[in-house]
């Protein structure tokens, strides 16, 4: 039978394979993770033994410790790293929007941190963490400062893993949002200058609203990135000490390899990426709301 008479038409049927292709690649991991999180898993001379236990992997999310860690640092790094990144990126996109062509070199120096391999990153960081020969506590030694365990200490670990990110991921905001501050209409600002408006009043009144959507759209992206840390948590401190910057991601991997519990890892990463998509459709809702309002 032709496309035609199932009513997909030629068009829309010529991209059946691909619409195919790319269910497969989404759905299908999920759907082995719905399953394998109603399991419990065990192996007998190699083999996968699989046991059906319901809903008891979902229970006992509720008592997991490091989960509730996890949940809570993943949290406070998505939500400072992210509007540090955000509020970093605009000032740098509007500096180098407002250099022209002579920004080429700063724009080049601004996107290399991003183009770094993560685990040159996290070597990167870690020697410069280090709490004997670190050149931070070097440079903090010749003013007179004594020398501090950035990534030893449980109230210094999680801020310390947030500055990397920081820097990490700052160019994902600033390319975003350079692109959003150069397709301004110039038109707008020129005449908002004409009437006298100071360089605060001109950017707060009139390219600030211009750019909101842009900037709301690089907040949810970025978060969502932000939200499946788990490189940087790895390299420079494993979670620790003690469950300080312990992260969903990071959480993950203990149950499903570490500790050799696929069945609990695929019901935390179940509940994650539901919650996510949760989050992600409440926002995208949120900003079309005010689309309509205005």
Known sequence: MSSVSLGWGPKYGSILPAVAFFLALAVLPVANLLFLSFM???WTGGVMQREF??????RALA?????????????????VATSCQVALGLALALGCSSLGTS???YRTLFILPILIPGIIIGAIWRLMYNFQFGIINQ?????????????????LALASVIVVDIWHWTPFSFLLLLAAVEGLPKDVSEAAKVDGATAWQEFRRVSLPLLWPAIFMTFVFRAVIAFKVFDEIFLLTSGGPGTATEVISFTIYQRFFLQDNP????AISVTVI????LVIAIALQFRSRQDVAR
């Open 40 to 42: 419990e898993i065990s």
């Open 53 to 58: 236990v319901g809903t008891e992997n979902y």
């Open 63 to 79: 008592d997991d410790p490091l989960l509730k860690a996890g949940i809570v640092n993943t949290l406070i790094l998505v939500v």
């Open 103 to 105: 920004s080429r070199t």
């Open 139 to 155: 440079a903090l030694d010749v003013v007179g400062i004594p020398a501090i365990d950035w990534l030893g200490s449980p109230h």
């Open 263 to 266: 069945g609990y890892g695929s």
């Open 274 to 277: 539901f919650s996510v998509a």
